[in-house]
């Protein structure tokens, strides 16, 4: 997977107003607005039915936006262009492979149906093929490989064309957990190689941070936070986005003069009293001794995760909270601990309007 490659830049991908109605009371995207530089990954992160796909399409032309909406690759607009005009790849979860044709014929599709002479397809296939770490089996037909492999013959026959703009709906989802892991690094390593402009979706939000320059947090039909996977894991922009990336622990409660006060102690937060909702991760609390501690909490659970071990704790707030403590530390359930939380990374979240 290693090998020089010539680089084929990307194109900046310019979207303004592009929204998509299929049905008048439920937008799929409403209006949106999204610079895509050239050569940035960008990952849409969101659950089910929030528009990721739509989105996709709508950038590939295989949808047209509603009117008002426009989309243009450096400088050219190619809101009415044609999908077979654009040179966009796709790459989907079902990888859409031919089974009767061998890896090579499949990589090389593209090539032929653009009368790419016979000679500079194999070239081209070859040199494909040995970035995706598939030489050996060229010629063998792509109903008998596996599936990490056919994922690798669906993301080379993409980039055979040299696309503009890759597009990516979750390619990785039909294949086991730990496959996925290695695959995503390994696509996110080539892409790079390539500064191929990708938009890549996914509803998993550990392969969204793996993969994404940026990542774009959809929901309803929208995107409610775009930013790099650090900013959007540790400043979520809204009580949704922090609920669906990563973990969150949610304590409500009055704070006075500067302290939340919950029945086992109370937590430092400074400023002025309100009634308020403060959100916090796992990692972001240390277990300390019980006995000076402001805020004290009762162990009922506890999960080994290899590297560290996440313990369920009641501090008498609504509901138990999660704290990822070093799996060394000996604790058991019913053992009285101290907590300390990181001032800076307690948030207080605004809600979604939507
Ligand atoms: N061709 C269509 N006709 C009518 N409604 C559609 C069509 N395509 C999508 N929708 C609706 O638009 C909304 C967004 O769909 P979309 O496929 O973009 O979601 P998604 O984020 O890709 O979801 P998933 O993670 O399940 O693939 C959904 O409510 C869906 O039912
Ligand atoms: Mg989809």
Not at 12 to 20: D, F, H, L, P, Q
Not at 195 to 204: C, G, Q, S
Not at 247 to 275: A, F, Q
């Amino acid at each position: 997977m290693n090998q020089a490659v010539r680089i084929a830049h990307g194109v900046t991908v310019e979207i303004a107003s592009v929204g998509k109605t299929f049905q008048a009371r439920h937008p799929a995207l409403l209006p949106t607005d999204l610079t895509i530089p050239a050569g940035e990954i960008l990952v849409l992160l969101g659950p089910s039915g929030c528009g990721k796909t739509t989105l996709l399409r709508l950038i590939a032309g295989l949808e047209q936006p509603d009117p008002g909406g426009s989309i243009r690759f450096d400088q050219e607009d190619v809101t009415g262009t044609l999908i077979e005009h654009r040179q966009v790849g796709m790459v989907f979860q079902s990888y859409a492979l031919f089974p009767n044709m061998t890896v090579a014929e499949n990589v090389g599709y593209g090539l032929k149906v653009r009368g790419v002479t016979k000679c500079k397809r194999q070239v081209e296939v070859e040199r494909l093929l040995a970035m995706v770490g598939l030489t050996e089996f060229a010629a063998r037909r792509v109903d008998r490989i596996s599936g990490g492999q056919r994922q690798r013959v669906a993301l080379a026959r993409a980039l055979a064309i040299r696309p503009r703009v890759l597009l990516l709906d979750e390619p990785l989802a039909a294949l086991d957990a730990s496959l996925r892991e290695h695959l995503r690094v390994e696509i996110a390593a080539l892409l790079r190689a390539f500064r191929i402009t990708a938009v890549y979706v996914t509803h998993d939000q550990a392969e969204a941070m793996a993969i994404g320059d940026r990542i774009a947090v959809m929901s309803r039909g929208r995107i409610v936070q775009i930013d790099t996977p650090e900013v959007v894991y540790q400043r979520p922009a809204t009580r949704f986005a922090a609920q669906f990336v990563g973990v969150m622990n949610r304590v409500d409660g009055c704070v006075r003069g500067g302290r939340l006060s919950l029945p086992s102690g109370s937590l430092e937060i400074g400023g002025s009293d309100r009634d308020t909702a403060l959100w916090f991760r796992p990692e972001s609390v240390r277990v300390i001794g019980a006995e000076n501690a402001g805020l004290v909490g009762t162990v009922i659970g506890s999960t080994f995760f290899g590297a560290t071990r996440r313990l369920t704790v009641v501090i008498g707030a609504e509901k138990p909270i999660l704290i990822d403590a070093p799996a060394t530390l000996g604790v058991a359930n019913g053992d009285r601990i101290g907590l300390s939380i990181e001032r800076s990374a307690v948030l207080e979240l605004p809600e979604d309007t939507v």
